[in-house]
């Protein structure tokens, strides 16, 4: 661990000279004609971004404002050019040159133009000058510096909320704490009822003074046989033998999520985020149920769009829908709206 903290430090030194070479201006920052709307966190790894985002894009669009979403493409193929994921109508490409994230939001945000690409400036760009939007949604933001943001919303997770405490390879921070200080705003995710999240928020406030701090936790949406193409009661699990999979940053607290709705999980695998199953993956899956007498398996939207429902037959591949509910959900609203308002004259 000693050995390690000097490469802790050096990470660290660089994350600071390229953040105060931005907020001096050595470094430019791009803007765009509309306002961008940032979603990000300060750990590696999930604190529930695409939910927000999903969330964020239908309260926009309720609203009556034309929304694109900018993501990376991570694990993508797409090698770096814009490339227009949905147009709002159609899906145009596919999880494995777009990557998973966004085939997620485009599926859940019918009538959003989602594009990906590594520079999510020149995306927008490239959206403004083909398409009138009025507002743009930027997935994974918070250290994407060289796009302005107009609004700056940071994820927390509580149940890890700044990953051990230290950069890489100490921890999980991508940068140091005091960036809170460039948050217009904090949810906290994957929070519970009755829980008090007070010491969080005070520690969260004192790196950016009366920062408003929102609550968030996930709740179920629904479920879908994928290869059946069925709706599917969850609650029709209850005392049935099923296994569980997943390949996304947190996968443990997905099968939590189950066994507290219910389900009875004989097997649990886990497996690297935005993983991509191979044919020995799948054939994995199927030996144990096989050994284990099951005939469910469950999984989740992500994991969905990175294997072919029907290499796993005979098996019920069951999909999970979940998303983020508010504690709050009139201040949400408010903060976006608000902020909307002066903007988009």
Not at 41 to 54: A, Q, R
Not at 57 to 85: E, F, H, I, M, R
Not at 244 to 266: E, H, K, M, T, Y
Not at 321 to 326: I, L, N, S
Request: glycine share 8%; aromatic share 8%.
């Amino acid at each position: 661990m000693r050995l390690l903290f000097p490469v802790a430090k050096l990470y660290e030194t660089g994350v600071r000279l390229r953040n105060a070479l931005y907020s001096s201006g050595l470094l430019r920052i791009e803007q765009l004609r509309q306002p961008v709307i940032s979603v990000g966190n300060l750990t590696m790894g999930g604190t529930g971004k695409t939910p927000t985002v999903i969330a964020l894009g239908q309260l926009l669009q309720a609203s009556g404002y034309s929304v694109s979403v900018l993501l990376k493409g991570y694990k993508g193929q797409n090698p770096g050019n814009p490339l227009l994921v949905s147009d709002g109508k159609t899906l145009l490409t596919s999880s494995r040159i777009a990557g998973d994230e966004a085939l997620v939001i485009a599926r859940n945000l019918p009538g959003v133009l989602v594009v990906v690409g590594k520079d999510r400036a020149q995306a927008g760009a490239w959206v403004e000058s083909r398409f009138s939007v009025d507002a743009h949604l930027l997935d994974d933001g918070f250290q994407h510096l060289k796009l302005y943001r107009d609004l700056n919303l940071l994820l927390v997770d509580v149940t890890n909320p700044f990953g051990g405490g230290s950069l890489p390879p100490l921890g999980r921070l991508r940068e140091p704490l005091e960036g809170i200080g460039r948050a217009d705003a904090v949810i906290l995710t994957r929070t519970e009822p009755d829980r008090n999240y007070q010491d969080l928020i005070r520690l969260v406030q004192h790196y950016k003074p009366g920062v408003p701090c929102l609550l968030a936790r996930q709740r179920f949406v629904s479920s879908v046989t994928i290869n059946q193409k069925e709706s599917f009661s969850i609650a029709s699990l209850k005392g049935t033998s099923a296994l569980a999979f997943a390949g996304i940053a947190n996968p443990f607290q997905f099968f939590d999520c189950l066994q507290n709705w219910g389900v009875r999980l004989s097997y649990k695998m886990s497996f690297p985020d935005h993983h991509r199953y191979t044919t020995r993956d799948l054939n994995r899956i199927k030996e144990k149920c096989l050994e284990r007498g099951m005939e469910t398996v469950v999984t989740t939207e992500k994991d969905a769009e990175n294997f072919e429902a029907n290499r796993l037959d005979p098996l019920q591949v069951v999909v999970v829908k979940m998303a983020f509910e508010f504690d709050d959900p009139e201040k949400l609203r408010r903060l976006l709206l608000d902020k909307m308002r002066v903007l988009v004259q």
